[in-house]
């Protein structure tokens, strides 16, 4: 009787699979083309932009160990120099629509300037740029432009004046975690959920 040959299906699966590609070695024509091929796909800030293309670098250092990660650093600098003088990274270009994008989502100005800082951009910066969205989106209206955001995600999550359902303790602890979770205040969360569409159209949209 013959015997079974033993199956080698391990060794297929893994003859199978992909081989990683090793990284490329650094060059100032490679960051160009990597960085282009990003910006393409995604906005950035000067800083976040840095980030992501050091990760590369050290990627590619780790492998190559003939490379100068200080010498890959100077040739990223030029690259980021390039591409500003290029306007192909501007960061207040992009602070002002990654603003704007957060405060027609009804983002708070706390929550908005996390936000920012996590995409590397400078407070001061972040700072003055949300005042001129503010003024953009809401004129000169005395209100307190957060009440006014805080009113647009209201809208968005249909709580406070726009809840379809009936007003319960449960449904109004949910929608104050809600609105806390959007960087507001308690004082504000507090008026928006006690607040009915009548009041919102008289004092709120004014």
Same mark, same amino acid.
């Given at each position: 009787?013959?015997?079974?040959?033993? %199956?080698?299906?391990?060794?297929?699966? &893994?003859?199978?699979?992909?081989?990683? &590609?090793?990284?490329?070695? *650094?060059?100032?024509?490679? @960051?160009?083309?990597?960085? @282009?091929?990003?910006?393409?796909? =995604?906005?950035?800030?000067?800083?976040?932009?840095?980030?992501?293309?050091?990760? &590369?670098i #050290? #990627?590619?250092?780790?492998?190559?160990?003939?490379?100068?990660?200080?010498?890959?650093?100077?040739l @990223?600098?030029?690259?980021? #120099?390039? =591409?500003?003088?290029?306007?192909?990274?501007?960061?207040?270009?992009?602070? /002002?629509?990654?603003?704007?994008?957060?405060? +027609?989502?009804?983002?708070?100005?706390?929550?908005?300037?996390?936000?920012?800082k996590?995409?590397? +951009?400078?407070?001061?910066?972040?700072? !003055?740029?949300?005042? !001129?969205?503010?003024?953009?989106?809401?004129?000169?209206?005395?209100?307190? !432009?957060?009440?006014?955001?805080?009113?647009?995600?209201?809208? /968005? #999550?249909? $709580?406070g004046?726009?809840?379809?359902?009936?007003? !319960?303790?449960?449904l *109004?602890? /949910?929608?104050?975690?809600s609105?806390?979770?959007?960087? =507001?205040?308690?004082? $504000?969360?507090?008026?928006?959920?006690?607040?009915?569409?009548?009041?919102? %159209?008289?004092?709120? +949209?004014?």
């Open positions: 009787m013959m015997k079974e040959i033993p %199956s080698n299906n391990n060794a297929d699966e &893994k003859s199978s699979r992909p081989k990683k &590609k090793k990284p490329k070695k *650094i060059t100032a024509h490679y @960051l160009h083309n990597a960085g @282009l091929f990003y910006l393409q796909r =995604f906005t950035a800030s000067r800083s976040h932009f840095y980030d992501v293309m050091m990760q &590369k #050290k #990627k590619s250092c780790a492998y190559h160990k003939d490379q100068d990660i200080e010498a890959c650093k100077i @990223l600098n030029e690259l980021i #120099k390039k =591409f500003e003088d290029l306007e192909f990274l501007n960061d207040d270009a992009y602070a /002002k629509a990654y603003i704007t994008s957060l405060r +027609l989502k009804g983002f708070s100005a706390k929550k908005i300037m996390y936000q920012c996590n995409k590397g +951009l400078d407070s001061s910066l972040s700072s !003055t740029m949300l005042e !001129t969205v503010d003024c953009s989106l809401y004129g000169e209206k005395e209100e307190d !432009t957060d009440l006014l955001a805080a009113t647009r995600y209201a809208k /968005k #999550k249909r $709580i004046p726009y809840r379809k359902k009936e007003q !319960t303790p449960e *109004i602890r /949910k929608e104050l975690s609105l806390a979770r959007a960087g =507001f205040s308690y004082d $504000i969360a507090k008026r928006i959920v006690n607040t009915n569409m009548d009041e919102e %159209s008289e004092h709120l +949209l004014g």
